[in-house]
């Protein structure tokens, strides 16, 4: 199936209309396809598109994990404008973020900017692995 993400949602391509794509809320399970409205939401179930974005985030976070682990350039905090380091110096891995986030369950999107750095925030949001509401950042 072809995928797409767009902002909060997912953009997922109907195997039976090409062209047509279906909106997929990976965070409250729910489609716009007839099968969603129509069938599986009355059971309490997700539909093959849900389904399938599962899968892709899935398959997205195993891959970042392997990346990030073969990675030899990880990112270090920023530094303020005099030049002095803003926090102890470290390499920050995207595991590590990953973990703060799911001790906390979801983060304020400013904690995390600046406790960590905001260009492997950004990365990991475009790849799919964060996601942003609100202000808040959660795991998908």
Known sequence: MNIKKENEHYK?????KKGTFYT???IKKTCSCPGYL????R??????????VF???ANLEYNTKD??????SPIKNKKNSDGKKTKKEKEITEEDILNYIRKNNEVDAIELIEKYNEEILNRMIRQGTLIEIKGKIKII
């Open 12 to 16: 997922v391509e109907s195997m039976s």
């Open 24 to 26: 997929v809320d990976a």
């Open 67 to 72: 990346v990030a682990k073969k990675d030899a």
């Open 55 to 57: 899968e892709y985030i």
């Open 38 to 41: 129509f069938y599986a939401r």
């Open 43 to 52: 059971k309490g179930d997700v539909c093959k598109h849900v389904k399938a």
